[in-house]
């Protein structure tokens, strides 16, 4: 049995050959190809968080390939709201599928999940801490659209601090020759004791300076859920945008990223030019996670 729940639980070869999974179903995740390998097969999502990529993205992937889904109904219309812990909540639906994908606020929630399973366990995002499956599927991006992982230049902009998806992915960059680029307001910065644990070539930048250099820039969005205070919310809130002339002098092949959902950070004149890949990004979401699932539940 299985889990995923950090990025940390995969080596370059892992990650290599889900990738290359991937590649495999994309004309199923399509609708191209009839292929049932899930046929009889259960997922329960339990999500404690609101999500719509994620979640959608791994029914339709279990879908597609012949499984079933079962999801958990809003808390307050769940047994969370007449006080079930998370332990039981596992323990039970573990019982009902052949694997689990989790959303939770706190930070080491699927750890623990997957303590309580006994049926693999899939970190969907567990607070600010990690969401491998979203890496994943970043990684596929840049693979597809800029055709190499080693040799990449990439600049990380936003909320460096509190982005569990910048905290996955840049873990997984490390493992390929990539030269990564730390943008953000120093109230968003990334984490010391991150910075000094992952190494490889890592750098603060202004956006301005490394521009012309980068091949992909990955955006996100300010985290407000994660914010302790109101106050300190507003004010970094509408720090930074990408705008047609934030990006006027990157190369012709420069991608935008974004996990999405974005609020204000990228402005939506930029979808129309041929840097924006955050939508092919969220549907490159299903076949990485076909590829996740056929892995975990096979
Ligand atoms: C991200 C998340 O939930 O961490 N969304 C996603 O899964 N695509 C990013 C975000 O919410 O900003």
Do not use: W
């Not at 990228?266 to 990485?288: E, L, N």
Request: charged share 30%.
């Amino acid at each position: 049995m299985r889990h995923l729940i950090s990025i940390n639980d995969l080596d370059r070869e892992d990650i290599t050959y889900i990738l290359k999974r991937a590649e495999e179903f994309e004309d199923v995740a399509r609708g191209e190809r009839n292929l049932k390998i899930l046929e009889g097969k259960i997922l329960g999502n339990l999500f404690f968080e609101p999500s719509t990529r994620t979640r959608m993205s791994f029914e339709v992937a279990m879908k597609r390939l012949g499984g079933d889904v079962v999801n958990m109904t809003a808390q307050e219309a769940s047994s969370i709201a007449k006080g079930e812990t998370l332990a039981d909540t596992v323990r039970v639906v573990s019982g009902y599928c052949d694997a689990i994908v989790i959303r939770h606020p706190l930070e080491g929630a699927a750890r623990f999940a997957a303590e309580n399973s006994s049926v693999p366990v899939i970190n969907a995002g567990d607070g600010a801490g990690q969401h491998p499956t979203q890496t994943l599927l970043d990684l596929y991006t840049i693979k597809k659209e800029c055709g190499k992982l080693d040799g990449i230049t990439i600049a990380l902009v936003g909320d460096l601090k509190y982005s569990r998806t910048i905290h996955s992915l840049i873990k997984a960059l490390t493992l390929f020759e990539t030269k990564i680029y730390l943008v953000s307001p120093d109230a968003l910065a990334l984490p010391d004791e991150m910075l000094e644990e992952i190494g490889g070539d890592v750098s603060r930048a202004r956006l301005y300076e490394v521009i012309e250099e980068v091949d992909v820039l990955y955006v996100t969005r300010i985290q407000k859920e994660r914010f302790p205070d109101e106050e300190e919310y507003r004010k970094v809130s509408g720090s930074y945008r990408i705008t047609l002339n934030t990006i006027k002098n990157a190369k012709d092949s420069m991608i935008i990223m974004h996990p999405l959902p974005r609020v204000d950070e990228v402005d939506p004149a930029v979808d129309k030019t041929r840097h924006a890949k955050y939508f092919q990004q969220a549907f490159y979401g299903v076949p990485v996670r076909m590829a996740i699932l056929s892995e975990v539940m096979l």
